[in-house]
């Protein structure tokens, strides 16, 4: 007997995002944090009394900082770098960094700007500690260890240039320790500065990208319904010569049994011929219709200037506009399987329901359900035999979210073993994949998309192992002014 979903569920089997990303973050507490950071913040008062940097110094290394931190040009940066030693301890600076090939380039010195030549520069040892080398410091500048995968390039031991310093023949012990940390800080400050330029040139790129898509993904896409009419209307020629062919084959008198008997033949053919061309046509046009509605709805150009999924809600009617096409796009891939499809009863699916939704991603999360059934519905013993099978549906959940607040809850079951908690726990995290994958291609990213929109939306996902199989669903909230019917 199909198992009744509706009444099996329970909020305990429902997690919210910030439930689920806090129970992975649990390792760490805040309170362990702050006892963490504050142990830190004490590690470097005593560091610094090690230090003993001059007032000098330390008005150096701020001067540094502020100003690093009032100009947001990487080439003012550049600057600040080798005017700094100038100004303060009348030493001559050079900045290099990591260029092509792993080789140190010149971008600036305290003689020579950053948009001037400098002439014949030779290119300096690339040391992985501070080094006094022929009357000259050379000193590595190291980026952030954890943010080195941002870089455009991948630097050895986290070296991503060096700081020339000269003369250094008569620097003591604690002006080398002041500009080894003086370092530090060009490394903290140009790693966060190119990180930016990277990411402002991703960004032009991606509005670029945007511009590219629509004129060159979307609009000719909009042209293959045109072509798709056309294919349509030919194959509807078929039909009205097959329909012409049966009445001219009747007006005449043909006493041959065998010419009659060949043209009820070549009519059955035609017919036959027409339905198979029609079928096929409807399901790739139904397969187009989907795949178009995915492709605008995931690059809408909202998402890539706000940085995230920008919905776009409207009133729908959840089971004809959004689970009715998905149920039809999979069910041929779900036979090819042997999973039957058996149709929800009663309350189990209300054809009246809307909601106001975001349709083109909420499809997606359907979507998603759906390909996960196909890969993962095994076969299981019941009371009528062996089965395998999914099933599906969405029903109003009254005052859900309070008072007067409805829900929208919807699901999909499919047969097979059930996860273990610890499995259930990371259900909906990102590149998670249980142990029942059993070489089924798959990222692990399909239930992240799906609590990530759904959570967009309001709502909640949630997973419950029942006898027999696995119900995966989720709840949305009917918003004012959507109408859920009775």
């Known amino acids: 007997m199909t198992p009744d979903p509706a009444t099996a569920q329970n909020d305990k089997s429902l997690l919210s995002a910030s439930e689920s990303d806090a129970r992975r973050n649990a390792r760490t507490s805040g309170r362990e944090r702050m006892a963490f950071l504050e142990t830190r913040v004490h590690e470097k008062i005593d560091d610094y009394e090690d230090y003993r940097f001059t007032l000098l110094e330390s008005r150096a290394l701020n001067i540094f900082f502020d100003l690093a931190q009032e100009y947001d040009n990487v080439f003012d940066l550049y600057a600040l770098c080798v005017l700094v030693p100038k100004i303060f301890f009348q030493k001559q600076a050079t900045l290099f960094l990591i260029g092509k090939d792993d080789r140190l380039e010149w971008r600036c010195s305290a003689a020579v700007p950053w948009d001037e030549e400098p002439g014949v520069v030779q290119e300096p040892p690339l040391v992985q500690k501070p080094t006094v080398r022929d009357g000259r410091f050379y000193i590595p500048i190291k980026g952030n260890r954890d943010l080195l995968e941002q870089m455009a390039f991948s630097p050895k031991r986290a070296v991503i240039g060096l700081l020339d310093v000269t003369p250094a023949e008569n620097l003591s012990p604690h002006e080398r320790l002041f500009f080894e940390k003086y370092a530090n800080r060009i490394g903290f400050q140009l790693h966060n500065r190119l990180i930016s330029t990277k990411n402002r040139e ?3 790129f991606i509005r670029s990208l945007v511009d590219d898509i629509g004129h060159n993904v979307i609009v000719p896409n909009m042209y293959f319904k045109l072509f798709y009419r056309r294919l349509e209307s030919k194959i509807r020629v078929l039909r009205e010569i097959s329909t012409q062919f049966a009445e001219f084959t009747g007006s005449c008198a043909i006493d041959d049994s065998e010419q009659t008997a060949a043209c009820k033949r070549l009519q059955k053919e035609m017919d036959y011929t027409y339905e198979s061309l029609m079928e096929q046509f409807r399901e790739i046009y139904r397969h187009y219709e ?6 605008e709805t995931l690059l809408r150009r909202g998402h890539f200037e706000q940085g995230h999924y920008v919905l776009e809600m409207q009133p729908a009617n959840v089971q004809r506009q959004i689970v009715a096409p ?11 399987r042997g999973i039957e499809v058996v149709e929800p009863e009663g309350k189990q699916l209300d054809p009246e329901l809307e909601a106001e939704v975001d349709v083109g991603l909420i499809s997606q999360v359907f979507s998603n359900l759906f390909s996960n059934a196909v890969k ?10 062996r089965r395998k099978y ?3 549906g969405c029903a109003l959940e009254p005052d859900r979210y309070g008072r007067g607040q409805d829900g929208v809850r919807c699901y999909v079951f499919s047969t097979g073993p059930n996860l273990t908690p610890q499995e259930a726990d990371r259900l909906y995290t990102e590149g998670f994949r249980g142990s029942n994958v059993q070489g089924e291609y798959g990222t692990g990213h399909g239930l992240h998309f799906v609590r990530e929109v759904v959570t967009l939306h309001g709502g909640e996902v949630g997973y419950e192992p029942v006898e027999g199989g696995n119900i995966f669903s989720f709840v949305l909230p009917v918003r004012k002014g959507s109408a859920a019917g009775a």
Request: aromatic letters at 12%.
């Open 326 to 336: 998905q149920v039809e796009r999979f069910r041929g891939r779900l036979g090819e």
């Open 390 to 392: 999914v099933t599906y």
């Open 376 to 385: 993962y519905t095994r076969e299981v013993e019941g009371p009528t035999g």
């Open 202 to 204: 991703h960004l032009q």
């Open 290 to 295: 989907q795949t178009s509605m995915f492709l």
